[in-house]
């Protein structure tokens, strides 16, 4: 038994004193045991739960329902939260669900939606998405310090993984900002006219007519020719010098 934690209201003698025991739940088909909390008199033996451990029971309880429907728990959303150094109330505004949600969601006192759980898991994994949300809520004043750190985190993983060859991590960076603005993968004019002037345009077009032909090498795919023009105005890169890095020969 734990200290004692007041007299007994069904005798008016004894004191009473806090003990846990485990319960076996099922939910969704699912079965667990769950921690649950009482009250026990130590003279008549009497038990109950008090206003603090039936509060800590229907959390108990919300958070094994939050994880047999296959929903993040209490832990799992203040750790998303905290991945990206945001309040309680910056949260809220920025995904919604009011005010004081994701103390409630936090604390699991109530479950959030499915939709919300999804918003969630997307944004903890890709955090593309989560500056997206952000800048929707006007919030994207809290990324200014955090922005540059997960760009430069995926550069690195990227030059690290292979997936490019003989590009600098500068360049990389550039690909990976580029490709935050919601305009280049919506825009029907050419995503360089998005980033750089006429002038620039002359520059860069025929470097990009130059590489084009030959099989892209970042993941193989063709898109990354969408942003050699970008690599090209910021970096001031010709077509000498930009060319040989980017090719394989056939």
Known sequence: MNAELGLCPLCGEGQLHRQRTAEEVTENGVSGLVDMQFEVCDSC???MAGKESARANKRAISRFRKHAAGLLVGDEIAEIRRTYELR????????GGGPVAFSKYECDDVAQSVAMDKTLRVCSTFPPA???YAELAGQDHLLDSKFETFVDRAAR????????????LDA???VIRASMNPDIWT???PAHDLFVSDE???VSRVTVQAVSAAPPVMYGKPF???FVEEWVSSNSYDERSLAPPLLKAA
């Open 187 to 189: 825009a029907d004019e």
């Open 157 to 168: 993983n990227i030059v690290a993984s292979g997936a490019v060859w003989g590009i600098d």
């Open 224 to 226: 990354v020719f969408s």
């Open 130 to 132: 989560f500056f997206q």
């Open 88 to 95: 309680q109330e910056d949260a809220a505004v920025i995904f």
């Open 200 to 202: 620039e345009k002359s």
């Open 172 to 174: 990389v960076r550039g």
């Open 45 to 47: 033996g009497g038990e």
